[in-house]
């Protein structure tokens, strides 16, 4: 950029100047390359008092997650000092002349200064800044990191490439991810605080329901809806054998037995065709109609119960079709959406899909917390009424008043606080995946060795995984590996075929869709900030892989 000018906002400063991760080295890596240019960095001054205080509370954080005390009053010195140093390399924009009033009557009157300061600067002025509005805003504020890609282009490809990249999403939150864990540390209600119900609220209205119930995890929310309908032994239910183990288990530990349906090759979900045969198999105790787990073919046999489709990937399955056969078999459809909130199917967004929708909140899902969390969706008050109980040991009245059998599925508030931070930007990250997925897309569907996902018209996916078809698989995962690009196979055997289910009678050629899934499945690196350069860099490697 020359001899430019950057400002840097409030947030920025205090990374860098408390070292604080992730954005610290991003920061500094900024401002030294600002810095050998010859330009010049910027505070502001009206900011500055902010500045001393934010950083003064970063570095007591800091020293309490090391185990160290640190007084306010130390820590204040030190975050003086530290702003006495590098105020001999950064320059201080006065506030004079600024119109205040006009500052104070913005919605964010520190961003309304920070823009007029950058407004008395003469040549290139960016502004770096993690707030997402800002950014959105004004096209001369920028990210950190995103600053750096600008500066070296072919540097994104350089080094290992995260699969998940959760340090570029913490570094653009990080700041209300920090307010709102002390908000909790300060309120001291670590169990079901008040920043739940603040999250079942907004989550409702982002998927379009009445009732969304949080809970300890994605396993708990599908274990939960299948309590709140009964299920229990001699019950059927009826899954994807090609999924994570957790869709089938829960259907186990009540004592129920999965009955395995085979995908649609295109999409990866459920075959509704398959369906039909299997519900009819199950009825009817035959399985040469269609494959079924050994008790089925017991007499009396097994009673068909639910439906649990799997969103493999982020992409709903066709709940039109499956909606309808269940109504007209008398079946309950709980949607398995773990890895697809933010997807929509024919205008509706995941998790509203089925009579309950159940998602996960493990770190890598679309909306991650940073331990392990899910909710419940569900249009049902009745339902809803049941979940909530059952979530807390079965409660009625009170803890002591015991309704029900139920589970310790409580979700932690500190997850709550920092879902509600992220949940901020979800909409924006789940158009970001679109993007990279199109990118993936576009520069791999000409390779006729390979099959790259496929999206029905009417659907969107939320693309937890980018995931595609290859023939030669592990010379494309070796090559790629050469290059510090990490890959995955989800999953690399069906359910039907994992030891666990030997019990259930199933064989090789069951159900051949999964198999020859499972035998070719490839996930790439898949997040919000994966960038045109590392996409084209494995993009390259994988034609490489495929010419030679």
Not at 24 to 43: F, H, I, S, T, Y
Not at 232 to 243: E, I, Y
Not at 438 to 452: A, N, Q, V, W
């Amino acid at each position: 950029m020359g001899k430019g000018n950057v400002v840097l906002d409030v947030d920025v400063a205090v990374d860098l100047l408390a070292n604080r991760r992730p954005g610290g080295p991003a920061a500094k890596a900024c401002v030294d390359n600002v810095l050998e240019e010859e330009g010049q960095v910027w505070l502001v001054a009206a900011a500055l008092p902010l500045l001393v205080d934010r950083l003064t509370t970063a570095l007591e954080t800091a020293a309490q997650c090391e185990g160290t005390a640190l007084s306010r009053e130390a820590a204040s010195s030190r975050a003086r000092e530290a702003l006495r140093d590098f105020l001999g390399k950064a320059g201080v924009l006065s506030s004079h002349g600024f119109d205040a009033k006009a500052a104070l009557e913005n919605e964010e009157p520190l961003v309304a200064l920070i823009l007029r300061a950058a407004d008395a600067l003469e040549g290139n002025v960016l502004i770096l800044s993690r707030d997402p509005g800002l950014i959105a805003s004004d096209n001369r504020a920028v990210a950190p990191g995103d600053f750096l890609d600008r500066k070296n282009p072919e540097d994104d490809t350089r080094g290992p490439i995260p699969f998940v990249d959760l340090a570029r999403q913490q570094q653009r939150i990080l700041t209300k991810v920090e307010k709102g864990i002390a908000t909790v540390l300060r309120h001291g209600r670590y169990i079901m605080g008040p920043e739940i119900k603040e999250l079942e609220k907004k989550l409702a209205n982002y998927v379009g329901v009445e009732h969304a119930v949080c809970c300890a995890s994605g396993t708990d929310a599908l274990l939960l809806a299948l309590m709140a309908y009964g299920v229990g032994p001699g019950d059927a239910v009826f899954t994807s054998p090609f999924t994570f183990i957790a869709t089938a288990e829960v259907v186990s530990l009540l004592g129920a037995a999965p009955v395995f349906v085979d995908i649609d090759p295109r999409t990866f979900n459920m075959d509704p065709d398959c369906l039909e045969r299997a519900i009819a198999a199950c009825k009817a105790a035959d399985p040469r109609i269609y494959p079924l787990p050994a008790s089925a073919a017991d007499s009396p046999g097994l009673e068909p119960t639910g439906v649990m489709p799997v969103d493999l990937f982020g992409l709903p399955a066709d709940y039109d079709r499956l909606n309808a056969i269940a109504a007209e078999q008398g079946l309950f459809v709980i949607e398995d959406a773990a890895q697809s909130l933010g997807a929509e199917y024919r205008g509706r967004r995941a998790c509203s899909l089925g009579n309950i929708g159940c998602t996960s909140f493990f770190p890598a899902k679309p909306l991650g917390c940073y331990g392990d969390g899910g909710a419940v969706f569900t249009q049902d008050a009745d339902l809803a009424e049941r979940i909530i109980s059952m979530r807390v040991h079965g409660k009625g009245r009170d803890k002591y008043d015991n309704a029900r059998v139920g589970l310790n599925a409580r979700m932690d508030t500190l997850q709550a606080a920092l879902l509600l931070a992220k949940l901020e930007i979800f909409p924006e990250e789940i158009e970001a995946r679109n993007r990279v997925a199109g990118r993936y897309t576009e520069m791999l569907s000409p390779c006729d060795s390979l099959r790259t996902p496929s999206v029905p018209q009417g659907r969107k996916s939320a693309w937890a995984q980018y995931s595609l078809l290859a023939d030669r698989r592990e010379a494309i995962r070796a090559a790629l590996q050469e290059k510090g690009v990490p890959t995955a196979v989800y999953y690399p055997k069906p359910l039907h075929l994992q030891t666990a289910y030997a019990g259930l009678g199933y064989k090789e050629g069951d159900f051949p869709e999964s198999e020859s899934a499972s035998r070719r499945i490839l996930s790439l690196p898949m997040h919000p900030y994966v960038t045109d350069g590392q996409i084209e860099m494995i993009a390259r490697e994988i034609t490489g892989v495929l010419k030679g």
